[in-house]
């Protein structure tokens, strides 16, 4: 399973970002072979749809599920379509973030959970 | 002549002077008010009529058994209004532009369109001013798809005068036309000032004044539109507007100094103009300077 945790960073102990859309980076780690991989977010500076244009990436990339603080309405209705699983309130290092996850401790949503930001 | 008002500094008198202006004029005048997100020339003219309609733009609506996914629709949309997933293509109503690209370049023709109303188009009418604005629903963000409806409702009432057509009031094509401006120096305000003769800036002696009048001279010059500067409450602050338009050679065409008398008369919502008689005085020989301005600038 691959999932997306968005970093302000390019390290496994970098900080998680709690921009989703507006991320400097997104980290995907893969569950399997505990894969860690970083790229930075094209997308962070984008004048707006923001939200989709990053959901519509990770739908791309065939992400399941993403480790993120906070995702608008309109990421979340394209996450969601596109049936990636989304864990909000993510927070420390990213590889605090995906022990939490892997031992389940984070809950998903299943709903925005702020609304639509531009910056 | 257009004569577009605008500032960069919101509340520094926009309105008082677009209204005083029109007001002054011994002739009939057209009042845009462009500000569409905070529309309110009309509180200051007592409406004997007013007729209202919806304005709306067209959205994209996907025929699912014709689209195949290509994804050439939302790579085209610089506003990210589709999201393109694996089988199917996402609408975002609230981030399109309605510019109707999307169902240009479908090579499936699986794009229709749909009118989303998004605000409302108002034409009301005093004795010798004939008055149109927008008024944006709460919550839109699009100002200058209805700011363009004002202005072109504007020119086709304007031209239908012209032939003698019906019940408008409004001066002929060509007649004097005011623009009543958003504030700022983004999208909406060049969308209301461009194409414009003239362009008056409001502005006070403040450090926020200056700053944002220096914006907004910046706008004017890369349109290259002429521009002149009223200063409002200009017995209170600094210099500095002054020393300002003075080494940019802009004319201060008004000072209207700091009277209780004109806020008491704003409050219940008459103009400068009724409230001091000679401001009619003032507002016309600014009229006709800005008049000799444009035509110098024609002739040269």
């Known amino acids: ?119 | 002549m257009t004569i577009a008002v605008a500032s960069g500094k919101g509340g520094t008198g926009k309105t008082t002077v677009a209204v005083g202006v029109a007001r002054a004029l011994e002739q009939d005048v057209q009042l845009l008010d462009c500000d569409v997100e905070e529309p309110n020339s009309h509180l200051f003219l007592q409406l004997e009529s007013r007729e209202s309609g919806d304005f709306s733009i067209p959205v994209p609506r996907i025929d699912n058994d014709k689209c195949t996914a290509c994804g050439l629709c939302s790579s085209f949309c610089e506003y990210n209004a589709l999201a393109r997933l694996k089988d199917r293509v996402l609408v975002f109503d609230n981030l399109c532009h309605g510019c109707g690209g999307c169902r240009i370049v479908c090579p499936e023709d699986a794009i229709t369109e749909e009118l989303r109303p998004i605000g409302k188009l108002v034409s009301a009418q005093v004795p010798g001013v004939h008055l149109l604005y927008g008024d944006l629903n709460s919550g839109e963000v699009l100002a200058p798809p209805l700011i363009r409806a004002v202005k072109r409702r504007g020119a086709s009432e304007a031209n239908a005068m012209e032939a003698g057509g019906p019940g408008y009031t409004a001066p002929g094509a060509g007649g004097p036309l005011i623009i009543d401006s958003p504030p700022g120096t983004t999208c909406p305000m060049v969308t209301a000032v461009k194409d414009s003769d003239f362009c008056l800036l409001v502005t006070e002696n403040t450090p926020f004044g200056l700053h944002d009048l220096e914006m907004a001279v910046q706008v004017l010059d890369d349109l290259d539109m002429p521009m002149g500067v009223v200063i409002n409450r200009s017995d209170i602050g600094h210099s500095d507007v002054e020393e300002f338009c003075r080494r940019k050679s802009i004319p201060v065409l008004l000072r209207i100094p700091y009277s209780r008398k004109i806020a008491e008369f704003y409050a219940r919502g008459e103009s400068i103009v009724d409230a001091d008689s000679e401001y009619r005085l003032r507002f016309q020989e600014m009229y006709r300077r800005i008049e000799s301005i444009v035509a110098e600038g024609r002739a040269g």
């Open chain 1, 1 to 119: 399973m691959k999932i997306c945790i968005t970093s302000q960073g390019e390290e496994r102990t970098s900080n998680v970002d709690p921009r989703f859309g507006r991320a400097a980076f997104f980290c995907f780690y893969d569950t399997e072979s505990g894969d860690y991989s970083f790229e930075a977010n094209g997308f962070a500076a984008g004048v707006g749809g923001v939200g989709v244009q990053t959901s519509q990436y990770m739908a791309e990339k065939e992400v399941q599920a993403v480790l993120t603080g906070q995702v608008g309405p309109n990421a979340f209705k394209t996450l969601n379509a596109a049936g990636i699983e989304v864990y909000p309130n993510a927070d420390g290092t990213v590889e605090a973030a995906v022990q939490a996850f892997l031992k389940g401790e984070y809950d998903k949503t299943s709903g925005p959970t702020g609304p639509a930001r531009h910056s």
